[in-house]
């Protein structure tokens, strides 16, 4: 699996392809300098169940705001879930 990430000034999104198909995609707003608001999660019916979403999560959106110094609202259920569901993650969120 390959995650891509393709951001705008205020918008982003980190995409998994698997053999060239697009298999999900996790949604997100910029929010200031300090924080991106998750706000989406998708993944294709032919993908589910696959752990297609907690790759996007902790290969694609975790890493990004690590990196970027910044907190993760989870707007999204999928990833409120995660949050509420690993408390590990819990400094990454704001």
């Known amino acids: 699996m390959e995650i891509k990430h393709e951001q705008t ?3 982003g999104a980190f995409s998994a392809w698997i053999d060239g198909v697009k ?10 300098t300090s ?3 998750v706000d989406s999660t998708h993944v294709d019916e032919a993908f589910k169940g ?7 999560l902790n290969k694609g959106v975790v ?5 970027k110094k910044v907190k993760i609202m989870p707007l999204c259920p999928f990833v409120k879930a995660q949050f ?11």
Do not use: C, N, W
Not at 23 to 32: D, F, I, L, N, R
Not at 84 to 94: G, I, K, N, S, Y
């Open 9 to 11: 000034e205020s918008k």
């Open 23 to 32: 298999a999900g995609e996790m949604t997100y707003s910029v929010a200031g």
């Open 35 to 37: 924080m991106i608001i």
């Open 50 to 56: 696959q752990g297609i979403g907690v790759k996007l």
């Open 63 to 67: 890493p990004f705001a690590k990196e």
């Open 84 to 94: 509420d569901r690993h408390p590990e993650l819990a400094p990454m969120r704001a």
